[in-house]
């Protein structure tokens, strides 16, 4: 463990909230540990925000947005967005380590996930400046559609990828010229919290974004209830989003949703077969699977079948499970206590309704037995109705299903609740054409595994969310469109 961190203790962000450009005190009392769960150790104590905190920071936001922030041009907002990203750069290792310490994803992992935080504000800096409505000629008249900030954004994030969940809901915010009030996940306070020393050097005005932690059902429910509030964007499970979209209803907020998935990676016999082989793995093992679009459901062409479910479970046995701090390691633990049970059973679950053929339990080991770490987890001959292939387990655990067509995977592939996102794997352009078109998810890659680039929509069909993150269409999610009519006659137009 890396003695530096110990300094951190010092780190002023730590047990405060960020409001109106300080880090300040609570109004209450309670307070959260931030534990390590490679070893069950107290990082740090995290502010339990209550409503009277959450509404300070509302206030910020909405003083901000109608203050210091409707000012700023938007080259300024554009060279902002790219000073925070330069920081990210530049504070890479320090961020890595609380986000690796708070969440248990090996660190390696938790450095590339900081630079691709960076790479999306650099995007939404460029974008800042390109953003327009347009112009329409009429009898008499010009109609203008004027795009314009929502107002006061409420982000609330997960704990699986903190600090780039923080950047995708960010900068596309300020990009658009809204103001934020950012809540983030009770298990991963630190690294976003620190990240905020660096706002006033970007010269981000105090105000446009103010970070309060604290439980979702405290401070999460009273940010969603705020009337202050304009805006609701959350990424989480469906059962939070479902109710967030409720409460939302009351102030008819707009609200958008990322929430999680059961995700097809389909193989074809004809596929690049170490490449498929590759991309099947990256797809549920990264990030201990604790990833909404984990391709957790391995639906392979029959021919093949056989030889994919040998090919996954010899290389799957090789993962280099881990301290997370250790550069060499592939899989950390999962989040938390909470978390690890819940994988554990569907372990069993899965044990009842399917052949195990790897792992199935928790992962033992010297450096382990403290942490929560599981096995990566393989089941074979799955039956796409069974509770294993249906709901979302986000970690480490593979279901296999065999095919026999491209109409059986296709219809295997869209049996689900959800539609975040497919891959398809095959050599032969006509098959990945008709997957591509009848696949109902948000995101079908074709050859490859979970790339997320910026410059592409990123979201769900079905129940796994409404609208879309990332991308130009990323910005719109944070832009009203206002008509304006310009009568250019003066003796108007129009009126009988
Ligand atoms: P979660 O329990 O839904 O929590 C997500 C966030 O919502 C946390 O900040 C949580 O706060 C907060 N929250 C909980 N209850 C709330 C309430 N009543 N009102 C307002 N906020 C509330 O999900 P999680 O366990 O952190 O994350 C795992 C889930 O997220 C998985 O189901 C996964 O599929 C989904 N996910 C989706 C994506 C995507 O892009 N589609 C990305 C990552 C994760 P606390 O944690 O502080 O209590
Ligand atoms: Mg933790």
């Known amino acids: 463990m890396s003695g ?42 995290a502010v339990d925000a209550t409503a009277e905190d959450v509404d300070r920071a509302v206030t910020a936001a909405g003083e901000a947005f109608e203050g210091a922030w409707r000012e700023t041009s938007a080259q300024t907002r554009g060279q902002i967005l790219w000073r925070i990203a330069a920081a990210l750069r ?36 460029g974008l800042a400046t390109k953003l327009h409505g347009d112009v329409t000629s009429i009898e008499g008249a010009m109609v203008l559609a004027v795009k314009e900030p929502v107002g006061v954004a409420a982000q609330i994030i997960p704990w699986n990828y903190p ?53 979702g059902e405290g401070a999460g429910a009273a940010l969603v209830d705020h009337p202050g509030v304009h805006k609701i964007a959350f990424t989480g499970s469906g059962e939070v989003g479902r109710h967030i979209m409720q409460r939302a209803a009351a102030g008819l907020k707009r609200v958008t949703l990322e929430l999680g998935g059961k995700s097809p990676n389909i193989i074809c016999a004809d596929a690049n077969f170490e490449a498929a082989i590759d991309g099947a ?40 499970i881990g301290p997370p701090m250790d550069p060499e390691t592939q899989m950390g633990p999962l989040v938390s206590a909470r978390h690890f049970e819940r994988v554990r059973a569907y372990q069993e679950l899965g044990k009842a309704e399917a052949r195990l053929v790897l792992g199935g339990g928790r992962a033992t080991g010297a450096a382990l037995d403290r942490g929560w770490f599981v096995e990566p987890t393989i089941f074979a001959d799955v039956n796409n109705h069974s509770r294993i292939a249906r709901e979302e387990v986000f970690g480490p655990v593979a279901c296999l299903l065999p095919f026999d067509s491209d109409e059986e995977a296709i219809a295997l592939g869209n049996d689900s609740p959800f539609g975040l996102a497919a ?6 352009v006509f098959r990945a054409l008709r997957f591509t078109r009848r696949l109902r998810t948000g995101v079908v890659w074709v050859n490859h595994s979970q790339p997320a680039p910026v410059e592409g929509p990123w979201g769900g069909f079905k129940q796994s969310g409404l609208g879309r993150e990332l991308g130009r269409g990323g910005a719109d999610a944070y832009l009203e469109t206002k008509q304006v ?3 250019t006659e003066d003796q108007p137009i129009g009126w009988p």
């Open 4 to 45: 530096k961190f110990d300094a951190m203790h010092e780190e002023p962000s730590f047990g405060k909230l960020f409001i109106n450009g300080a880090f300040v005190g609570s109004t209450g009392a309670a307070r959260l540990p931030v534990i390590d769960p490679f070893d069950q150790s107290t990082i740090a104590h």
């Open 90 to 125: 530049e504070r890479s290792a320090e961020l890595a380590e609380l986000e690796t310490r708070a969440s248990g994803k090996p660190i390696a992992d938790s450095e590339s996930d900081i630079a691709d935080a960076a790479t999306c504000f650099e995007y939404y800096g």
């Open 163 to 215: 600090m780039l969940m923080a950047a995708w809901k960010l900068a596309p915010a300020l990009c658009a010229g809204c103001t934020v009030v950012l809540k983030p996940s009770e298990e991963t306070p630190l690294s976003v919290m620190a990240l905020a020393s660096s706002f006033a050097d970007a010269g981000l005005p105090p105000g446009v974004v103010n970070i309060v932690t604290g439980r």
């Open 281 to 320: 793995l990256f797809g549920i093992f990264l990030n201990q699977g604790e990833m909404c679009s984990a391709g957790s459901r391995i639906l392979v062409e029959r021919s093949i079948y056989a030889r994919v479910l040998e090919a996954l479970v010899e290389r799957a046995r090789d993962i280099r």
């Open 423 to 428: 891959a398809v794997w095959t050599r032969d």
């Open 485 to 487: 009519y310009l009568n």
